[in-house]
T-cell receptor
Framework: GAGVSQSPSNKVTEKGKDVELRCDPI?????LYWYRQSLGQGLEFLIY????????KSGLPSDRFSAERTGGSVSTLTIQRTQQEDSAVYLC??????????FGPGTRLTVT | AQTVTQSQPEMSVQEAETVTLSCTYD???????LFWYKQPPSRQMILVIR??????QNATENRFSVNFQKAAKSFSLKISDSQLGDAAMYFC?????????????FGKGTHLIIQP
């Protein structure tokens, strides 16, 4: 079966531009997570969705970051007015029930 | 808040030998999960092994086993008969089991090198 997929695989953008990162979870998985992996900060939890419930936004690093999940499936992470410190790998994971989290291959974002 | 510490930024082992990766954590909770994830250069995070805190028995998955010391808040990973394919970054991670709203808390990782 298909795993978690993310697109694009790599994204290069200019400082100040907006970017959208997409995550397709494993079909039927109710929970979805976004993480950021950077050299300076390591792996950080960003946001969590459980089904159609309102997300827990407490981990988002600034108000330039937002995320939504459409119909309890696909999720997009949007970064507005990108800054160089936003450069990182953004990882998505999904989970069924209270099982393990399955990770996607990530999107490498480079802000120039 | 919980923290996870991996004190070995890099480890090297000869192929077919055994290596142990260290992890300590800090939490005020009594019910939680601990994990070891492997991340090869492809960036894909792969679950290696999982331990429920309420279980006294150490988890084992083929060549991978853990030494879970709850009182000491220690969770080390032992890899036996190391293979070239084991080369990767290894991350120790904590998850509070009281609810799914929290994401995983990761350590900084250990880069494992396998010498042929």
């Amino acid at each position: 079966g298909a795993g978690v997929s993310q697109s694009p695989s790599n994204k290069v953008t200019e400082k100040g531009k907006d970017v959208e990162l997409r995550c397709d979870p494993i079909s039927g998985h109710t929970a979805l997570y976004w993480y950021r992996q950077s050299l300076g900060q390591g792996l950080e939890f960003l946001i969590y969705f459980q089904g159609n419930s309102a997300p827990d936004k407490s981990g988002l690093p600034s108000d330039r970051f937002s995320a939504e999940r459409t119909g309890g499936s696909v999720s997009t992470l949007t970064i507005q007015r990108t800054q160089q410190e936003d450069s990182a790998v953004y990882l998505c994971a999904s989970r069924l029930g209270f099982g393990e989290q399955y990770f996607g291959p990530g999107t490498r974002l480079t802000v120039t | 808040a919980q923290t996870v510490t991996q004190s070995q930024p890099e480890m090297s082992v000869q192929e077919a030998e055994t290596v142990t990766l260290s992890c300590t954590y800090d939490t005020s909770e009594s019910d939680y999960y601990l994990f070891w994830y492997k991340q090869p250069p492809s960036r894909q995070m792969i679950l290696v092994i999982r331990q429920e805190a309420y279980k006294q028995q150490n988890a084992t998955e083929n060549r991978f086993s853990v030494n879970f010391q709850k009182a000491a808040k220690s969770f080390s990973l032992k890899i036996s008969d190391s293979q070239l394919g084991d080369a990767a970054m290894y991350f120790c991670a904590y998850l509070y089991s009281g609810g799914g709203a929290d994401g995983l808390t990761f350590g900084k990782g250990t880069h494992l090198i396998i010498q042929p």
